[in-house]
């Protein structure tokens, strides 16, 4: 329950008329397991950004996932850590947070950018250098955190204190596979078992979320690439699964 406590006072949004209620709601809604759901922040245009929180709170050892921060590699957005192993619920013997989209204006728009032409993936400090410029692929914004959506991003990390982080995104292969680099190898190498997936050791990007939470915090975080185009049920299933099962993972280990 302080962990949950922690996650709301650093990125609640103020209360504000009936806001106010739905935060003090959400708070009181802790007990048992259970999935629960509230708004953190905005993005820049204004839109949602949603935090679910599944399992049980009491629970030590949390897993933070991120289903998208790349507008147009939002495949993983729907996909949650319950599985028809559990009938639809949430693994009881499980802490798990799950943000959904961090960048709903480029998913609105198509776009792997942010509404500012920012790859928001490049614009965490560690490694950070400029490159790029507005709208073009990579642009790595005027400074590091210069983002809304990556400094709730980095709220949501340092509220949480995930023992394992999952950044999901795709790309143009056919195959999906598991990255990750330094301490995050043996997480990564975990999921992917857990997954069935290929994995590979692979350095960091600049700039990017998980080359900053491995450069600042203990714990694994690592990324999950996914073929381009929708997830299909026997994939969602799958991962489904491995989510709830690297849930219990890290609260064990």
């Known amino acids: 329950m302080g962990t949950l406590l922690a996650i709301l006072a650093l990125i609640a949004p103020p209360p504000r008329s009936s806001a106010g209620g739905e935060t003090l709601a959400f708070v009181h809604a802790f007990g048992g397991p259970g999935i629960r759901t509230t708004t953190i922040g905005r993005s820049l245009a204004g839109r949602r950004i949603e935090l679910r929180q599944l399992g049980a709170p009491r629970w030590p050892g949390e897993l933070l996932v991120f289903g998208c921060i790349h507008g147009d ?5 729907g996909v949650e850590p319950i599985s028809s192993l559990t009938a639809g619920c949430p693994d009881p013997s499980s802490d798990i947070y799950f943000l959904p989209n961090l960048d709903p204006d480029g998913a609105a728009s198509g776009s792997r ?3 500012r032409g920012v790859d928001l993936n490049r614009n965490f400090p560690s490694g950070w250098h400029p490159h790029g410029r507005p709208s073009s692929p990579e642009y790595s914004g005027p400074h590091p955190f210069s983002e809304p959506e ?5 709220r949501v990390v340092r509220a949480v204190r995930p023992a394992a982080t999952v950044w999901f995104h795709q790309y143009g292969g056919k195959r999906p596979f598991v990255r990750a680099w330094g301490q995050s190898e043996p997480g990564g190498r975990h999921f992917a078992a857990l997954a069935r997936m290929p994995f590979r050791a692979m350095r960091w990007p600049a700039g990017t979320g998980p080359n900053w939470q491995n450069h600042n915090f203990p714990g694994a975080a690592f990324v999950v690439e996914l073929p381009r185009g929708p997830v299909d049920s026997s994939m ?3 991962l489904g699964r491995a989510l709830q099962r690297m849930g219990r993972w890290v609260r064990e280990d």
């Open 73 to 77: 590699e939002c495949a993983a957005s």
């Open 113 to 115: 950018l942010n509404a």
């Open 150 to 154: 990556t400094r709730l991003a980095a």
């Open 236 to 238: 969602r299933e799958r």
